[in-house]
């Protein structure tokens, strides 16, 4: 009988795994960011947006929209533990007149971007946010008629 | 996926150990089977698409049939089982000693194919679907070699008790 035979097996005593064998397998896993590791980055982020966001605001900027979910996020998966990151990014261009830095007419551009990547930990639902505002100039030659 | 991975080891270790043991007939490789195995899930991170169960299990079986093939055992090999010897008291276990011997020498003597058919079913509990999935073959195929690996285990362990009571 089948039947038998499958509980005779099942009550059979097997070789146990030695005990080394979980310190060889778990040590070899990706450790990912610890507690204390994601409070430290979101702490040292969070400073670095407020400081460099308050010095854009201060030069007239505008805060961007939040941006409407279109769908096509990544959705959290629950067996998929990994964070989930999203990148955005807002660029807004102001013309600044005509210079001459070196005898020679330019017109300056200004080029503000804000950048915000966001994790989110499939697990728990816990969210990281970073915003980073940086600014650049660009020179273009003017012709002057 | 690690999370995935770590959970499907700590409910399957002494399913995907006895595979190993099963495969390699040797407790160093089947334990080097199973780190090997895992090193290259862990470092591929990749979310399986099907069982993430016979995922695991398919990875294992693959490092132990590469550790047999990259050291032939040595001749006489020394054939290790995938069971322990009796325990002092063998009544807590429900076997007697002589059901023990008679298992232990029918499951050693099965072919390769039908003693990991009979270890994944019975001591990994993965359902034909998962066997199927871990071995890449059909469902059919795999649930009819396991059916012989019954089979034949009925007969030589009743034909070992009727020579032994003879």
């Not at chain 1, 039947?3 to 005593?13: F, K, Q, Y």
């Not at chain 1, 830095?101 to 639902?125: N, T, Y």
């Not at chain 2, 150990?17 to 334990?31: F, H, K, S």
């Not at chain 2, 073959?137 to 019954?150: C, G």
Request: proline share 9%.
């Amino acid at each position: 009988m089948p039947e038998d035979i499958e509980a005779l097996l099942e009550r059979m005593p097997l070789r146990k795994p030695p005990a080394t064998l979980d310190a060889k397998v778990l040590p070899a896993r990706p450790r990912g960011r610890g507690l204390v590791g994601w409070i430290v980055a979101g702490g040292a982020a969070a400073a670095a947006a407020a400081v460099l966001l308050a010095c854009w605001l201060h030069e007239g900027g505008e805060v961007p929209p939040a941006p409407v979910p279109t769908g096509d996020e990544p959705a959290a998966v629950a067996e998929a533990p990994e964070p989930l990151s999203v990148e955005r990014e807002w660029t807004h261009v102001t013309y600044e007149g005509v210079v001459a830095p070196e005898g020679e007419p330019m017109a300056k551009f200004r080029r503000h971007v804000v950048r915000q990547l966001e994790w989110i930990d499939p697990a728990d639902g816990a969210r990281m946010e970073m915003t980073v505002p940086r600014e650049e100039v660009i020179l273009i030659k003017a012709n002057v008629y | 996926m690690h999370r995935l991975l770590e959970r499907v080891y700590q409910d399957h270790r002494q399913g995907l150990y006895t595979l190993a043991l099963a495969v390699t007939r040797c407790p160093g490789r089947a334990e080097d089977a199973v780190q090997e195995a895992f090193a290259r899930l862990w470092s591929r991170g990749a979310t399986p698409s099907g069982d993430p169960v016979a995922y695991v299990y398919a990875a294992v079986r693959n490092a132990a049939i590469d550790q047999v093939r990259r050291q032939p055992p040595a001749r006489p090999p020394e054939v290790a089982s995938i069971y322990n010897g009796l325990p002092a008291d063998p009544a807590a276990l429900a076997v007697t000693a002589e059901q023990h011997r008679a298992v232990r020498e029918a499951v050693e003597a099965l072919p390769a194919a039908q003693r990991e058919s009979v270890v994944m079913k019975i001591y990994g509990g993965l359902t034909f679907r998962q066997m199927a999935d871990a071995l890449g073959e059909p469902l059919p195929t795999v649930a009819a070699r396991y059916r012989r690996a019954l089979d034949v285990l009925g007969r030589h362990i009743g034909g070992a008790q009727e020579r032994r009571h003879a």
